[in-house]
């Protein structure tokens, strides 16, 4: 079956260093894969979008890699600031279609 | 406007009412969704509406029923549910692009309590 895993222990880090979270996925062959981050009882906001032909994309302080063949995509967010504490999820998405398929999120608390 | 909105925030109802979620954008967007999330897990894709026709339904139960009236609207008809179905309901939206890959802007969400 299906799966897309990321980290369920929550990432604890001092402000200031760098986060890294894992996405890895099986049994699937995304196109296009998104993060996004979740604020506790709001909906997720869209951070950034890598296709399955990028290697890496950056956004300010934030950078994701896509790795086709280790079926894993990396994100980073550095010189991270407490306002950085979220749960973040990745999502993947086929080819066709437009049906986003979210993992389970990984939860990061920057410590001041 | 670059934003999503839902009503109401909260709803607690019975399970023998009827009820509606209502969800609107104003971005152009053609290609509308509507997610189930439950504490503590990801999103769930219920149902997905492309340029006015349901296009996917997650086989989600009859009791969930929606609706896209027009291009800006989105509802979610709900009646009989269950203590179980208790969860965030979200809305989102995306650019219709030629590959359907785009961003998926969500709205705050509805806090549903069936009792």
């Known amino acids: 079956s299906q799966k897309i895993e990321q980290n369920s222990e929550a990432l604890n880090i001092q402000e200031g260093k760098t986060a890294t979270l894992t996405c890895n996925y099986t049994?699937?062959?995304?196109?296009?894969l998104q993060w996004y981050r979740q604020d506790p009882g709001r909906g997720p906001v869209f951070l950034l979008l890598?296709?399955?032909?990028?290697k890496e994309k950056r956004k300010e302080r934030l950078k994701v890699t896509f790795d086709t063949t280790l079926k894993q995509s990396l994100f980073h967010i550095t010189a991270s600031q407490p306002a950085d504490s979220a749960t973040y999820l990745c999502?993947?998405?086929?080819?066709?279609?437009?049906?986003?398929?979210f993992g389970g999120g990984t939860r990061v608390l920057v410590k001041p | 406007d670059t934003e999503v909105t839902q009503t109401p925030k909260h709803l607690v109802m019975g399970m023998t009412n009827k009820k509606s979620l209502k969800c609107e954008q104003h971005?152009?967007?053609?290609?509308m969704y509507w997610y189930k999330q439950k504490a503590k897990k990801p999103p769930e894709l219920m149902f997905v509406?492309?340029?006015?026709?349901?296009?996917i339904n997650e086989s989600v139960p009859s009791r969930f029923s929606p609706e896209c009236p027009n291009s800006s609207l989105l509802n979610l008809h709900l009646h009989a549910l269950q203590p179980e179905d208790s969860a965030l309901y979200l809305c989102?939206?995306?650019?219709?692009?030629?590959?359907?890959?785009?961003?998926?802007?969500f709205g705050p969400g509805t806090r549903l309590l069936v009792l």
């Open positions: 890598i296709r399955e032909n990028e």
């Open positions: 999502a993947l998405i086929k080819a066709a279609g437009n049906k986003l398929t």
């Open positions: 509406y492309s340029y006015e026709k349901l296009s």
């Open positions: 971005m152009g967007h053609r290609a």
């Open positions: 989102a939206s995306s650019p219709k692009t030629v590959s359907g890959h785009g961003p998926q802007y």
């Open positions: 049994n699937y062959s995304p196109a296009y």
